[in-house]
């Protein structure tokens, strides 16, 4: 039997369902009352988008070409810093 | 793993081209933290130099990207955020926070005749008059500790737990900042939407 929680119970759970969060039990609970409640159901649903679209329209960023460069270098450098490399150990 | 801590030429190569493959994914992060390109290229090649320095302790189990991610999130609180004690960090409020989703609801007469399930066309359209220079400008206006999470959390998809490992809060933390971080961001979009006119006056008006 599971335990029947209100909409505003319901409303503290959005974030933790959506990030796969909950525990087993929580998230029985949530999604009986996300099956009985279209409200709750809407606003599950109009957050998961608005957190994709946050994703998609807050990410890619390009450095400048000289970054990876850089980069890559300091690696390079890296491999010889066991016996005295241009980078300095820790230590 | 037996090979965590050989440092043979191969894996340093595969672990060197491995690492090199967050950069872009380091880079935005670094850039929605710091709000500064310089910055964000020069804590990204502080990372990587901390990296390379410890590539040898580092053990694969977990994949580099946590790895890279917890070093590029403690050097920027060094150097860009001091630490501090926010002793008055008001705690997570229901009533505080609502978001947009009533406004939505009351601003696209579709979404309320069908639910939001049934007529993407009211949220979608809202969302879609957004360039990401606009929505990386509404995540820059934020408060660094949500800001922080927005990032780590929304961007890079980091669990509560590796978030609250990164930042050394507790999960706690995470949630209510996390909560407080995306309302208070849907809130400066519909703003921005309303200075823009992305949203008419009358649906401003029939949502206020
Ligand atoms: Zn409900």
Redesign the interface.
């Known amino acids: 039997m599971i335990r029947e929680i209100s909409c505003?119970e319901a409303?503290?759970y959005v974030?933790?369902y959506l990030?796969?969060?909950l525990e087993p039990r929580t998230r029985a609970e949530f999604l009986q009352h996300l099956e009985a409640c279209?409200k709750c159901?809407?606003?599950v649903?109009?957050?998961r988008?608005?957190?994709d679209?946050?994703?998609d329209?807050?990410?890619?960023?390009?450095?400048?070409p000289g970054?990876?460069d850089?980069?890559?270098r300091?690696?390079e450098?890296?491999?010889g810093?066991?016996n005295g490399g241009s980078?300095?150990?820790?230590r | 793993m037996s090979s965590d801590r050989d440092s043979s030429p191969d894996r340093r190569a595969r672990l060197r081209e491995e690492c090199l493959g967050h950069l872009d994914a380091l880079y935005g992060a670094a850039l929605r933290m710091t709000k500064n390109r310089q910055d964000a290229e020069d804590l990204v090649q502080e990372t990587y130099l901390k990296a390379v320095r410890n590539l040898d302790r580092y053990r694969e189990d977990a994949g580099c990207k946590p790895w890279l991610f917890r070093i590029l999130t403690n050097t920027y609180i060094d150097l860009y955020r001091k630490r501090k004690r926010r002793p008055h960090e008001v705690e997570f409020d229901d009533e505080g926070a609502t978001g947009i989703y009533d406004r939505i609801v009351l601003s696209f007469p579709s979404e309320k005749e069908e639910g939001p399930l049934h007529s993407p066309g009211g949220l979608d359209d809202f969302l879609h008059r957004f360039m990401a220079d606009e929505v990386k400008a509404a995540i820059d206006e934020l408060p660094d500790v949500f800001r922080e999470l927005i990032v780590l959390r929304d961007i890079e998809g980091f669990s509560y737990r590796e978030c609250a490992e990164m930042l050394e809060i507790p999960i706690g933390t995470v949630m209510s900042r996390l909560h407080r971080g995306r309302k208070s961001l849907q809130e400066r979009l519909w703003d921005y939407a309303a200075e823009k006119g992305y949203v008419s006056p009358e649906e401003e008006e029939a949502a206020s």
């Open positions: 505003q409303a503290r974030y933790g990030d796969g969060e279209r159901l809407g606003a649903e109009f957050e988008r608005v957190i679209f946050i994703r329209r807050g990410s890619s960023e390009s450095p400048s970054l990876r850089r980069v890559r300091l690696f450098a890296g491999a810093a066991g980078v300095t150990r820790e």
